[in-house]
């Protein structure tokens, strides 16, 4: 039996842009924390950042890749030209959830007190993952959104919306 959404139920795609809002303020703090290293980092936007590349990042690539990616490929035209370009982004989540745990890991331990084993490093990983990342969300913003809100039916938002409240029952 399928459920009747609720009208107060949220739009999931403004759930996405949301995600994708707070990312481009997660970039500017990772620019933030690598330009002050290595003595001047504000210590609790390390351990906020850190827990954002740890949890809320492959939570999103979950419901982009479970979730929106297939519903928009299914309801896109042949014109839309879409395939390829979901497939590279697809392709960049997985680098950047290796890249995004590993920076995690060393922003935890300068969250907690410590000194970068590498400062030079740390830098040049965190410029490297801001920059690319800050790319993907503008492709995704500027071709992959608006094509969503144009094409998804509202039978396709409440499947995504069942998916992203699934992936979170999942990950909590
Ligand atoms: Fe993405
Ligand atoms: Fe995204």
Redesign the pocket.
């Known amino acids: 039996m399928s459920e009747k959404p609720s009208p107060l139920a949220r739009n999931p795609l403004d759930m996405i842009a949301g995600a994708h809002a707070v990312q481009v303020q997660m970039c500017d703090t990772m620019e933030r924390i690598a330009d002050g290293l290595p003595d001047e980092v504000d210590r609790r936007l390390c351990a906020e950042v850190a827990s954002c590349l740890q949890f809320d990042l492959p939570l999103?690539?979950h419901d982009?890749e479970e979730g929106l990616f297939p519903l928009l490929r299914a309801r896109a035209t042949p014109e839309d030209g879409v395939d390829k370009i979901l497939e590279r982004?697809a392709s960049?989540?997985e680098s950047d959830n290796d890249f995004a745990s590993e920076i995690a890991e060393a922003l935890e331990a300068l969250g907690q007190g410590g000194r970068p084993a590498n400062p030079e490093m740390l830098g040049y990983m965190l410029r490297g993952f801001f920059e690319r990342y800050r790319r993907?969300?503008h492709w995704?913003n500027q071709l992959v959104m608006p094509l969503a809100r144009l094409r998804l039916t509202q039978e396709d938002l409440n499947t995504l919306l069942a998916r992203m409240n699934e992936n979170r029952r999942q990950a909590s």
Do not use: N
């Open positions: 999103h690539h982009e982004l960049e989540h993907h969300v995704e």
